[in-house]
């Protein structure tokens, strides 16, 4: 790979990562209803090499999650999550 594409895609993950922990993105300002719906997506860092028996590190690799979920609250402090995610790594 070419040290300049290389070093682009360095600076690229780094502003990606830093924009990720400055955003607060809020779909639905609705904390006191008994039932939210909601579209989950997200990007992350792996450093463990998958579908081994031992934790093996393999460098860092990167993950990308679509999802729907549910969350259901019974009272102020608890509640539970229903949804599907798919990962992408």
Known sequence: M???IKHRSK???IALVALGFTL???AQEAADRKV??????GFGLNFQKMETKKLVTDGVGTDFTVGTN???TFNET???TIGIEFDFG
């Open 2 to 4: 070419n040290i300049s």
């Open 11 to 13: 600076k690229l993950l």
């Open 24 to 26: 607060n993105l809020s």
């Open 36 to 41: 939210q719906a909601g579209l989950v997506a």
């Open 70 to 72: 549910v969350n259901y």
């Open 78 to 80: 608890i509640g539970i």
